[in-house]
């Protein structure tokens, strides 16, 4: 099982930045697909961006040019920086973490989630 710790959140205003991190339990972390989802009440969670092992990249269209997702491998945590936030930003934020690369319908699953941290952006 591994454990993954949200940290960073919290309120910014229209404009501002924030650095999401998500820490690891496990040092298996290097080999993991991961990424950041959100999630507003009463809608699902949507990919912000995510990370494979070799580093390759994905982003959402909403947060191209604006967040950055980044590994620290020796660490065992996940960053997202976020600038030029927006109110829309406003959101729970989660880190996910995936063994293997599963696909269904184009979408990817994960094994394990954190328990989320809050973004408010307020405008």
């Known amino acids: 099982q591994v454990r993954l710790v949200e940290s960073g959140g919290g309120p910014v205003q229209t404009g501002g930045s924030l650095r999401l991190s998500c820490a690891a339990s496990?040092?298996?972390?290097?080999?993991?697909?991961m990424a950041w989802y959100r999630q507003v009440p009463g809608k699902g969670r949507d990919v912000v961006a995510r990370?494979?092992?070799?580093?390759?990249?994905y982003y959402a269209d909403s947060v191209k040019g604006r967040f950055t997702i980044s590994r620290d491998n020796d660490k065992n945590t996940l960053y997202l920086q976020m600038n030029s936030l927006k109110p829309e930003g406003t959101a729970m934020y989660y880190c996910?973490?995936?063994?293997?690369?599963?696909?269904?319908?184009?979408?990817?699953?994960?094994?394990?989630w954190g328990q989320g941290t809050q973004v408010t952006v307020s405008s």
């Open positions: 996910a973490a995936a063994n293997n690369r599963v696909v269904t319908n184009g979408v990817y699953h994960f094994d394990y």
């Open positions: 496990d040092s298996n972390f290097r080999f993991y697909i």
């Open positions: 990370t494979g092992p070799q580093g390759v990249t």
